[in-house]
């Protein structure tokens, strides 16, 4: 027979397994501060590039005619994306090996599928939208996409996504409702709400 | 009043298959090298504790290949959860018993 503390370590044990093994825990709060930075600076750059030299806050009636414009839109689009994924990569690698975990296990590869699905809906779904010149709401239906991906993979991740997504949701729908504003929401959305996002998983869990 | 003792799970006594059970409780299926990184334990070791789990038929076992190297997949059965709460219930009470 055991020693009771053996089985006190036994119960403790059990509490860890359930949580770790469900958790991705690697995720680099850093990393969610930088994806911020990035959108913020994307957005700068669409800025300039669309309403310039009206103020931000204007309200834009017009929309994007030039194809040109909207192909250098792309271009900072899939920039900010790449540098956003890679930079959480580098920082989640180096996080995992802090930890002595692996980045890449049954848990990630769950948690991608679950984001994948919402997002690779909404991507194909947006896209329909530009084709038919719907500009106006393609930034409100990134954000709300983007919140129901992350809702549907926090089941894998900290609580806080959960809040996250939440947020994006809320912003999105504003952002449906006020379309002209589109830029503006979406340097919300994607910088602000991360940077915050990211700072506090920093400070929480990171430090 | 029964002795919590004799309630406890002969099979789940060993921490190795107790983390096992835990891990497939609360996700749908794990595989091999993923369990292996977890528990931190050797090849050898986890295979053994897995084959003994897999006798109690409290999990099944589901081999395939992926880019032609073996991934193992395993899935808790009705049986096995029957019988990680039974042990779950019965550490507690021992435990419990303890303290007062």
């Known amino acids: 027979m055991k020693e009771i503390h053996e089985y006190e ?60 414009i909207l192909t250098k839109l792309g271009v900072i689009a899939i920039l900010v994306l790449a540098a956003s994924i890679g930079t959480g990569l580098w920082l989640s690698n180096r996080k995992a090996i802090k930890h002595d975990t692996k980045l890449w296990n049954s848990t990630t590869k769950t948690l991608m599928i679950n984001l994948a699905i919402p997002l690779v809906a909404g991507g194909l ?83 | 009043m029964k002795n919590p003792f004799d309630q406890l799970d002969k099979t789940l006594e060993h921490r190795v298959r107790l983390q096992i059970m835990s891990v497939l409780v609360s996700n749908n299926s794990y595989d091999f090298n993923s369990l292996k990184d977890l528990l931190g334990v050797t090849d050898g070791n986890l295979a053994s504790h897995i084959k003994a789990l897999e006798k109690e038929k409290y999990i099944t076992v589901n081999k395939s290949f992926v880019d032609r190297k073996p991934n193992t997949k395993y899935k808790i059965t009705e049986r096995g959860r029957q019988a990680f709460r039974k042990h779950l219930d019965a550490l507690e009470a021992v435990v419990k018993n303890q303290k007062i």
């Open chain 1, 9 to 68: 370590k036994d119960l403790a044990s059990i509490r860890t397994m359930m949580e770790r093994s469900g958790k991705f825990i690697s995720l680099s709060g850093m990393s969610g501060v930088m994806a911020g930075i990035y959108a913020i600076v994307g957005a700068v750059a669409a800025y300039r590039m669309v309403y310039y030299p009206d103020s931000p806050l204007a309200y834009r009636i017009e929309s994007i005619e030039e194809a040109s």
């Open chain 1, 125 to 207: 779904f947006i896209l329909i939208l530009l084709n038919a010149g719907h500009y106006g709401i393609a930034a409100p239906a990134c954000l709300i996409f983007y919140g129901l991906a992350l809702i549907n993979a926090s089941a894998n991740l900290y609580d806080e996504v959960r809040y996250l997504g939440y947020c994006e949701i809320i912003l999105g729908l504003i952002a449906a409702y006020l379309a002209g504003y589109g830029l503006l929401f979406w340097t919300l959305g994607f910088g602000v709400l991360h940077i915050v996002y990211g700072a506090v998983m920093y400070f929480r869990y990171d430090k």
